[in-house]
């Protein structure tokens, strides 16, 4: 899979304040393409055990999150039910063979598009550095059109020791409709099937710009 740059920067990017053009257009930085994994059927939150391709994860707020990947480990889906065991957001990963998520496709309860993903890893680190976030409903592309243009961005940054700070969101167009309806990013702080404590990822919101 080729990997492309960041180079050919879209004319209205470019016209962001200095301060989120040094935080966004960092050297050596890859973007991954979309996830364009197929939905996985449909799985009962309240018999949902773990196994190898499971990971279940219950929450004190009577929430639960269910992990499930391919024996091929190209996709990773979560499903989120609130406390009545009914689904409220379907997302689905696609991955590379590093366990990384190269792109995903977000759904609400309905399996109803809303969003789509993009991730950004620095060539040097391999430590995620950006995701942006499309409107799947809306395309919205630069005054050019040549570029479609995500509603959301997330930077990523890191402290002395590596761990990762809280993301910076910058919202590129007027509105409330992606913080409304998807105002989390979308990224994985860790892999599930990698990571064997039980725990919820932090739900703390992004620092807004």
């Known amino acids: 899979m080729k990997k492309s740059t960041l180079a050919n920067t879209p004319a209205i990017w470019q016209s962001l304040p200095m301060i989120k053009r040094a935080l966004t257009y960092l050297l050596s930085l890859i973007v991954m393409p979309f996830g364009c994994a197929q939905v996985m059927n449909d799985i009962d939150p309240t018999k949902a055990m773990d196994s190898q391709y499971v990971r279940v994860m219950r929450n004190q707020d009577g929430s639960t999150a269910v992990f499930r990947r391919t024996p091929s480990n190209e996709v990773l889906e979560k499903r989120t039910f609130n406390a009545n065991s009914v ?80 993301p910076i969101a910058l919202g590129l167009f007027a509105g409330k409709t992606a913080e409304e309806m998807y105002a989390r990013p979308s990224a994985l702080e860790s892999n599930p099937f990698e990571d064997q404590t039980k725990d919820e990822p932090s739900d703390a919101a992004p620092t807004e710009k």
Not at 96 to 102: F, I, K, M, T
Not at 140 to 156: A, S
Request: aromatic share 12%.
């Open 87 to 166: 689904l409220s957001m379907l997302t689905v990963y696609r991955m590379d063979r590093q366990g990384n998520p190269l792109g995903c496709k977000i759904y609400d309860g309905l399996k109803q598009e809303l969003f789509k993903a993009r991730y950004g890893y620095d060539a040097n680190t391999g430590l995620l550095v950006e995701e942006q976030l499309f409107d799947a409903r809306v395309k919205r592309l630069d005054p050019t059109g040549k570029f479609e243009m995500p509603v959301r961005r997330f930077i990523y940054t890191y402290d002395a020791n590596g761990k990762q700070n809280k």
